[in-house]
T-cell receptor, first 112, second 118 residues
């Protein structure tokens, strides 16, 4: 079956630091890949997505590239802000249906 | 964007009692809703798909009689944990697919309900 593995947190950074959260997946066929973010007290929100190999999703300064050869979808941001403190979830949706498979989530804490 | 709410946000109950969690789409109609469960430091696991006006579809390994799902209207789905036990303690999250035209990749998530069974 499908699975998603992402690095465990928490990740603690200083403001303006570079952030990388690793995500790898196992799936049959060609899944769509997502990063969701959950701010404190709020529901998960879609941050970015990529639907085919070599696509790059980007939003709010975050980027992730769909790498089929390494089955990865690592999230990066060049300069984080305190407001980026949240839990980040990597997820995939298989070729059929709209069910999502999530990674374990990575808590990121950005200190001023 | 669309908003999904959950009630309560947290609940503590005694072992053997039943607990109902509500999931509401506030400004849109949802014929389908999804229920997830999240253990500490683990991923969200899809439990079931709630369908308005028909039976829910449960994922493999999820006990239908323990986790009762009712989708009584286009804006409300409920999850009832029956005869709760400490191992049912978890974070329960619901979501609804996006609006018409937003495509299958859009889902709106509720903020979650933390259940603690003593």
């Amino acid at each position: 079956g499908n699975s998603v593995t992402q690095m465990e947190g928490p990740v603690t950074l200083s403001e303006e630091a570079f952030l990388t959260i690793n995500c790898t997946y196992t799936a049959t066929g060609y899944p769509s890949l997502f990063w969701y973010v959950q701010y404190p007290g709020e529901g998960l929100q879609l941050l970015l997505k990529a639907t085919k190999a070599d696509d790059k999703g980007s939003n709010k300064g975050f980027e992730a590239t769909y790498r089929k050869e390494t089955t990865s979808f690592h999230l990066e941001k060049g300069s984080v802000q305190v407001s980026d403190s949240a839990v980040y979830f990597c997820a995939l949706r298989g070729a059929a249906g709209n069910k999502l498979t999530f990674g374990g989530g990575t808590r990121v804490l950005v200190k001023p | 964007g669309a908003v999904v709410s959950q009630h309560p946000s947290w609940v503590i109950c005694k072992s053997g009692t039943s607990v109902k969690i509500e999931c509401r789409s506030l400004d849109f109609q949802a014929t389908t809703m999804f229920w997830y469960r999240q253990f500490p430091k683990q991923s969200l696991m899809l439990m079931a798909t709630s369908n308005e006006g028909s039976k829910a579809t449960y994922e493999q390994g999820v006990e239908k009689d323990k986790f009762l799902i009712n989708h009584a209207s286009l804006t409300l789905s409920t999850l009832t944990v029956t005869s709760a036990h400490p191992e049912d303690s978890s974070f329960y999250i619901c979501s609804a697919p996006g609006l018409a035209g937003e495509g299958p990749d859009t889902q709106y998530f509720g903020p979650g309900t933390r259940l603690t069974v003593l």
